[in-house]
């Protein structure tokens, strides 16, 4: 996985966590280490994660944003 970029972060207003891997797929999950563990399992499993996971793990609608 050397020289690919993935990130994690803060979602404002939420205890959760937005983890971005380098194809694209994003998942919210509840804290560091299921985030790292998601992030680590590219490409073996994080895809059915994804879609096994609970609701949760989707990008979450704005709050608040005029449409």
């Known amino acids: 996985m050397s020289g690919l970029l993935l990130t994690i972060r803060w ?3 939420d205890d959760r966590l937005e983890a971005t891997c380098h194809c694209g797929a994003v998942a919210v ?11 680590r399992g590219h490409p073996r499993d994080h895809r059915t994660h994804e879609a096994a996971a609970s609701p ?4 979450p609608e704005p709050s608040g944003v005029a449409g």
């Open 56 to 59: 949760r793990a989707t990008r």
């Open 11 to 13: 979602l404002p207003g």
């Open 29 to 39: 999950l509840d804290g560091p280490e299921e985030a790292w563990s998601w992030l």
